[in-house]
């Protein structure tokens, strides 16, 4: 049991780049979340999936786009990467709302220079 | 709205002495309520978490919560640090809805 994994682990990208990120769970988990972590500012939501085929904007979604093409993977894009969006990106599942608790990728690290 | 406010960014507290770390929330409805611990380079892991059950929740490494609705708060303790505590706590509040909502977190250093 693999549990919630993220790949890549570290990326350095140019500005104006674009990539993706994968989140891979074998929880069977509904619910997807993808998190960005700053110093200082917590966890701040990007985008989420409560379920197969669908998507949801979180907090802070602009410069990212989603896709649940399949209820394993959760996929974070960034189509033209900014040096603002250096940060460390959490997955996160979840088998569904309320009192179910969130369990964790172990990160992305994401530099843009 | 949801919110989570976690009182102090840093915590220092001597080895063997009393950690507390305080999370106030607010929420319109009884919430779901978790702590967290993050440890350097390493994603979230949960500790303990409150679910209308007993108020008083028992976690991982000796970690526990009470949960006080007249005070909205959900402050972490354990009664003796250890080096190995050291590390980034942060709390975090669900309703019946899709979403956490996480506090700032709070850094945790114990001193030998």
């Known amino acids: 049991n693999a549990g919630v994994t993220q790949t890549p682990k570290f990326r350095v990208l140019k500005t104006g780049q674009s990539m993706t990120l994968l989140c891979a769970q074998d929880?069977?988990?509904?619910?997807m979340y993808w998190y960005r972590q700053d110093p200082g500012m917590g966890l701040r939501l990007i985008h989420y999936?409560?379920?197969?085929?669908?998507?949801a904007k979180g907090e802070v979604p602009d410069g990212y786009n989603v896709s649940r093409l399949k209820k394993q993977n959760f996929l974070l894009g960034l189509e033209s990467a900014a040096p603002s969006q250096t940060s460390v990106y959490f997955c996160?599942?979840?088998?569904?709302?309320?009192?179910?608790?969130?369990?964790f990728g172990p990160g992305t690290r994401l530099t843009v220079l | 709205a949801q919110s989570v406010t976690q009182l102090g960014s840093h915590v220092s507290v001597s080895e063997g002495a009393l950690v507390l770390l305080r999370c106030n929330y607010s929420?319109?409805?009884?919430?779901?309520l978790f702590w967290y611990v993050q440890y350097p380079n390493q994603g979230l892991q949960l500790l303990l978490k409150?679910?209308?059950?007993?108020?008083l929740v028992k976690g991982i490494n000796g970690f526990e919560a009470e949960f006080k609705k007249s005070e909205t708060s959900f402050h972490l303790t354990k009664p003796s640090a250890h080096m190995s505590d050291a590390a980034e706590y942060f709390c975090?509040?669900?309703?019946?809805?899709?979403?956490?909502?996480f506090g700032t977190g709070t850094s945790l250093t114990v001193i030998p």
């Open positions: 996160a599942t979840r088998l569904w709302g309320g009192a179910d608790t969130q369990y």
């Open positions: 929880m069977n988990h509904e619910y």
């Open positions: 999936s409560v379920g197969e085929g669908t998507t």
């Open positions: 929420s319109s409805v009884p919430p779901y």
């Open positions: 409150y679910t209308s059950a007993a108020t």
């Open positions: 975090a509040v669900s309703e019946a809805g899709n979403q956490f909502y």
